[in-house]
C-alpha cells in the first residue's frame, strides 16, 4: 500500500548547525508534500510544502528539496537552535491531487547545547 | 495558534462507551479532516468534510462516524471503544483550493 517513510527516527545536532531530516515516498501520483513539525502535547505545526512541479523551495531558515526521480524529499533547518527541537514528520497527497495526507512516521530532531 | 479549536483536550472513558468530539475550523476554511494519531499507527487520515458533504475516507472504522454542520464545525463520534482506540484525535481545516492543513491541539482520548 501506500507509505511514507523517514530513513532517521532520532537526529541529534549540536545548536547552530544544519539538520537534515530525510524522507522516502512511495506514491508517484502524489504532486503536494508538506512537512509538520509537531512539539510534545501539540497539533502538527506547518513548515514548509511543495509542489511536483517544484524540485526546491525556500522558507525562513527551511529548504525543502524534491527528487521525484527517487521519491525523495528532505527538509533542511539552517542555524538549527533549541526550538526546532521536535518530531517533523513528512506527508504527500497521494491519489493524484486529492487532499488526504499520507504521513511518514516521523524523524525526533533533538538540538544539543 | 493555528486558529483550529477542539474540545475537549482531554477524555478519559470506558471500553464499550460513546464519545464525540468538537473541532472548529479556522474562520473560513471550508474543509475539515480528522486524523488518529497513536504511538503504533503513526498520523492516520480518517475522513474530510467539504462544506458539510463527505469529501474523502481513510481508514475509518465502522464504529466511528463524523458530521460537518451549517456552521463548518464538525464532530466525530466514536463508539463502542475499544482499548486500543486511545489516541491523540486531531481535527485539521484548510482554505478552499490549498492542500495546506492547519491542525488543531488535539483532543487525547483514553479509554479504560
Known amino acids: 500500500g501506500e507509505s511514507v517513510g523517514l530513513h532517521l527516527p532520532t537526529l541529534s545536532v549540536q545548536e547552530g548547525d544544519n539538520s537534515i531530516i530525510n524522507c522516502a515516498y512511495s506514491?508517484?501520483?502524489?504532486?503536494?508534500f508538506i512537512w509538520y513539525k509537531q512539539e510534545s502535547g501539540k497539533g502538527p505545526q506547518f513548515i514548509i510544502d511543495i509542489r511536483s512541479n517544484m524540485d526546491k523551495r525556500q522558507g525562513q531558515r527551511v529548504t525543502v528539496l524534491l527528487n521525484k526521480t527517487v521519491k525523495h524529499l528532505s527538509l533542511q533547518i539552517a542555524a538549527t537552535q533549541p526550538g526546532d527541537s521536535a518530531v517533523y514528520f513528512c506527508a504527500e497527497n497521494g491519489e493524484g491531487g486529492g487532499n488526504k495526507l499520507t504521513f511518514g512516521t516521523g524523524t525526533q530532531l533533538k538540538v544539543e547545547l | 495558534d493555528s486558529g483550529v479549536t477542539q474540545t475537549p483536550k482531554h477524555l478519559i472513558t470506558a471500553t464499550g462507551q460513546r464519545v464525540t468530539l468538537r473541532c472548529s475550523p479556522r474562520?473560513?476554511?471550508?474543509?475539515v479532516y480528522w486524523y488518529q494519531q497513536s504511538l503504533d499507527q503513526g498520523l492516520q487520515f480518517l475522513i474530510q468534510?467539504?462544506?458539510?458533504?463527505?469529501?474523502a475516507k481513510g481508514n475509518i472504522l465502522e464504529r466511528f462516524s463524523a458530521q460537518q454542520f451549517p456552521d463548518l464545525h464538525s464532530e466525530l463520534n466514536l463508539s463502542s471503544l475499544e482499548l486500543g482506540d486511545s489516541a491523540l484525535y486531531f481535527c485539521?481545516?484548510?482554505?478552499?483550493?490549498?492542500?495546506?492543513?492547519?491542525f488543531g491541539p488535539g483532543t487525547r482520548l483514553t479509554v479504560l
Open positions: 474562520s473560513g476554511d471550508l474543509s
Open positions: 468534510y467539504y462544506n458539510g458533504e463527505e469529501r
Open positions: 485539521a481545516s484548510s482554505p478552499r483550493g490549498y492542500n495546506e492543513q492547519f
Open positions: 506514491n508517484s501520483a502524489s504532486d503536494y
